[in-house]
């Protein structure tokens, strides 16, 4: 058995071996943009904060995709109030993609007319991504409801809800129906 000198050899890592800390590695592609990636460890670390909770009732997770930040906001503190958790926002379906695959959403609510690829196009991919996701088809133009209804139904999503008619009430209902895939 080799002997010991009683001293500690020097490091050749980044950081001294004595500072306690390890470099971090980024585990996140290079193709995602630095905004994003800032995002969803804001996200991670406020959705750990409010999961923080004495019962061990599971939250249902929502992801919100609309290109609008105001309505963003709005639904956010709609959705808080009913006792869901928003884990992130997106405005478009690119965005979106990588929000699912990160934070696997229970919910995605997207709206409908979306800049690029529509939430009638994107919404199949973003159910692709996360196996038990549910999809809310959202939108502001009232004249076109009955075929955004249509095309929730088309497309497997679990409903189609015009903006203005979004409250407390049908976004609870969204928490409590049970995920008919599981």
């Given at each position: 058995?080799?002997?010991?000198?009683?001293?500690?050899?020097?490091?050749?890592?980044?950081?001294?071996?004595?500072?306690?800390?390890?470099?971090?590695?980024?585990?996140?592609?290079a193709?995602?943009?630095?905004?994003?990636k800032?995002?969803i460890?804001?996200?991670?670390?406020?959705?750990?904060?409010?999961?923080?909770?004495?019962?061990?009732?599971?939250?249902?997770?929502?992801?919100?995709v609309?290109?609008?930040?105001?309505?963003?906001?709005?639904l956010?503190?709609?959705l808080?109030?009913?006792?869901?958790?928003v884990?992130?926002?997106a405005?478009?379906?690119?965005?979106?993609?990588?929000?699912?695959r990160?934070?696997?959403p229970?919910?995605?609510?997207?709206?409908?007319?979306?800049?690029?690829?529509?939430?009638?196009?994107?919404?199949?991919?973003?159910?692709?991504?996360a196996?038990?996701?549910?999809?809310i088809?959202?939108?502001?133009?009232h004249?076109s409801?009955?075929?955004?209804?249509?095309?929730?139904?088309?497309?497997?999503?679990?409903?189609?809800?015009?903006?203005d008619?979004?409250?407390?009430?049908?976004v609870?209902?969204?928490?409590?129906?049970?995920?008919?895939?599981?």
């Amino acid at each position: 058995m080799p002997e010991s000198s009683g001293t500690m050899p020097e490091s050749s890592g980044i950081m001294p071996e004595s500072s306690g800390t390890e470099p971090v590695q980024n585990r996140y592609p290079a193709s995602m943009t630095s905004q994003v990636k800032a995002t969803i460890l804001l996200l991670k670390a406020e959705f750990f904060i409010l999961t923080l909770r004495k019962d061990s009732t599971p939250m249902t997770r929502v992801l919100i995709v609309d290109d609008q930040p105001s309505f963003r906001r709005q639904l956010r503190q709609l959705l808080t109030r009913a006792g869901l958790i928003v884990v992130g926002e997106a405005g478009d379906i690119p965005a979106a993609k990588e929000l699912v695959r990160e934070l696997k959403p229970d919910i995605a609510i997207v709206d409908v007319m979306l800049p690029g690829e529509s939430g009638v196009v994107g919404a199949p991919k973003l159910k692709g991504l996360a196996k038990n996701l549910r999809v809310i088809l959202v939108s502001a133009h009232h004249d076109s409801a009955q075929l955004f209804q249509n095309l929730a139904q088309e497309i497997g999503a679990e409903a189609f809800i015009p903006k203005d008619e979004l409250d407390l009430s049908v976004v609870r209902k969204w928490a409590e129906k049970p995920n008919d895939s599981v």
